[in-house]
């Protein structure tokens, strides 16, 4: 067991980034990887209460853990505040719990769960930092949409002509 690379995964806190970025972490773990899928609290919750308090239970080498997502807590049945969540990602509100995960991951390391040997990020800037600072190699997945691609890549030449922001 000791042998099996362990990967950390952590998605963008967003619905469609999760799916993407599990679908991932299932077919690592196929592969034969140890995997931690690393949630917000407010997610992990959500997922907890849509799924059953049972549902995250699964198999020894698949587990997930969650960190703070930097924002106030929340009804959990409340839509999570977006433009709050964004600048608490701008400002790396979840890199020192993310930190204190992987030095946990590595500290307790055991026969059963092997030390974390790569981390997938999607577009989360701290976990670069993080991965660095530990020598782990990170590989970033972006999970948007074609169509969303080409809005961020069309968004510089479109302020350029003065045509963005739209003006109301």
């Known amino acids: 067991m000791a042998d099996k690379p362990h990967a950390v995964l952590i998605p963008l806190p967003f619905q469609s980034h999760i799916k993407s970025m599990l679908k991932l972490a299932k077919l690592l773990h196929h592969k034969g990887f140890h995997i931690t899928f690393v949630n917000t609290e407010y997610n992990h919750r959500r997922l907890l209460k849509s799924r059953g308090p049972n549902s995250l239970n699964g198999l020894f080498d698949f587990r997930f853990e969650n960190i703070p997502d930097g924002l106030p807590n929340s009804d959990i049945d409340a839509s999570q505040d977006i433009l709050a969540l964004f600048e608490a990602i701008k400002n790396n509100l979840m890199a020192p719990p993310f ?55 069309q968004l510089r030449p479109l302020k350029e002509k003065g045509l963005a922001p739209l003006k109301v």
Not at 107 to 124: K, Q, Y
């Open 99 to 153: 930190s204190d995960l992987l030095n946990e991951l590595n500290e307790t390391a055991t026969s059963n769960v092997p030390p974390v040997t790569c981390i997938v990020s999607d577009s989360l800037a701290f976990t670069i930092a993080a991965a660095e600072e530990r020598g782990i190699p990170i590989a970033l997945f972006e999970t948007v949409s074609p169509g969303c691609f080409m809005c961020f890549k």
